[in-house]
């Protein structure tokens, strides 16, 4: 008879250890599955706001806001960089083309 009982409550503590960890794989997989769609909102937010931002240095480049007029500068920087390095890269492929 003892062994009975102490096999019925081996058995009831491996279900109850079951569950619980099934219940953790459970919390987990939810887990995961929330960050990820977290990240996506942020990279979400991040286009828009991009976007947003864009817009208004478009619409504004000519006569950028006082507080604002160290990001023009920033802004009209960058993109003089971006077309020197595309101007570069360009004659690059040019000159390998032409050694061929």
């Given at each position: 008879m003892a062994f009975d009982v102490k096999f019925d409550e081996l058995k009831n503590s491996a279900k109850e250890l079951g569950s619980r960890i099934g219940k953790g794989a459970q919390d987990l997989g939810s887990a995961a599955s929330s960050k990820a769609k977290l990240e996506?909102?942020?990279?979400?937010?991040?286009?828009?706001?991009?976007?947003?931002?864009?817009?208004?240095?478009?619409?504004?480049?000519?006569?950028?806001?006082?507080?604002?007029?160290?990001?023009?500068?920033?802004?009209?920087?960058?993109?003089?960089?971006?077309?020197?390095?595309?101007?570069?890269i360009g004659e690059n492929l040019k000159n390998l083309k032409n050694t061929e």
């Open positions: 996506l909102e942020k990279a979400k937010l991040k286009d828009i706001y991009a976007e947003l931002g864009s817009l208004y240095f478009r619409e504004n480049r000519e006569n950028p806001p006082f507080e604002y007029a160290d990001l023009f500068e920033k802004i009209e920087k960058g993109e003089e960089s971006v077309a020197a390095y595309e101007k570069t």
